[in-house]
């Protein structure tokens, strides 16, 4: 086998699960995930301090569809304390010398969307949002009343945070759908309801694409995020952290980032990676996540042709450079026996291509969990077993 041409292409996988839910991780901090079954609306109770389930309905225009799940969609305000400068300075012999120098104001710095998720508070939002060091953040309902919020788990891999209010009466909550199900060419619909100049903000498109690599961020942080859903409804600021629904008015994705390289492009994390988080959070009180260490590239038949390689699918595994070995040093795959230049053909028996990447397969295990790697070295097919762990989260630092 040819050696291969790695310098642009490599990936770190780390491979997870959380609960019952199927997750896994490509990419420097990236993530996707699927759940066997679709959540079903269930009818709201009489009782108003019991939250109120956005009903799913057929055959109901967008309108419709926007004023039932928009009592659910939240503005995210953050504010920080902010020292401005001491009077006294450099250039105060240039400029005059601000009046507030040395004084203490609290004031908003940011902001975003985020959609209620439980009748307990629970609302999901981007990690971008709510990642500011020092940050107070606070939640407005779309009946205009505020709460103080708690960031409760950020996804270490993800633009997801769960973050939560304390409710004292009933809240709308939205309907979670199934994003495996999620078909190209399909209606979407992005709601967003930031405070400013981006507030209430709905816009419509299709599915323009599945299983997307995007860097999201918010200019002081980013994660890398594989499996993204690409739309060409807008996605801005106002949006940012909101629902990304199908006609039915179900949740199948988080608005988290636009191209800047094109028009009319947006992104959004499939939820079903968001359950993951949720439902990390309920059993552990964090994130959780198993992983397999090894960084990879996935292979087709341009880039396969292109360095040499006799298969056309599977993943390489591949070096990035000084510092970033193909092979985690201490992690399950050094401990299996993985080598660099490895191509992983099947795992758990399931073949491994670009429409199925490893972490849609591994994504079905957890910490703990045995999985089985079909392996091809030097023209010969060899079998390993590795054992999950679980990740380090200093290793993303």
Known sequence: MAKAKTTHFFQWLLFSLIGGFVAGLIGSLAIVSSVSQKPEAVPAPEDSSVAEVVPVVQNISTADVVAAVSPAVVSII?????????????????????PRGGETIRQQVGGGSGFIISDDGLILTNRHVVDRDGGIYSVVLSDGREFSAKVLANDPLNDIALISIEVGSGVPIL????SDDIKIGQT?????????????????????GINRRIVAGNGVSSDTIESAIQTDAAINQGNSGGP???????VIGINTAVSQNGQSIGFAIPINTAKVVVDSYKKHGRVVRPWLGIRYVLLNTELAELNGIDDKSGALVVSGGIGSPAIIPGSPAQTAGLLEGDIIVKINNEDINEMRPPSHVIGRSGVGDVIQLTVKRDGKELKFSAILEELDQELLR
């Open 175 to 178: 309907s979670l759908g199934d």
């Open 78 to 98: 953050v504010e920080a304390d902010v020292t401005f400068g001491q009077p006294g300075g450099l250039f105060d012999n240039f400029f005059a010398p601000d």
């Open 188 to 208: 979407v619909i992005a709601i967003g309801n930031s405070l400013g100049e981006f507030s209430n903000s709905v816009t419509k498109g299709i599915v323009s």
């Open 244 to 250: 990304l629904l199908n006609e039915l008015g179900e």
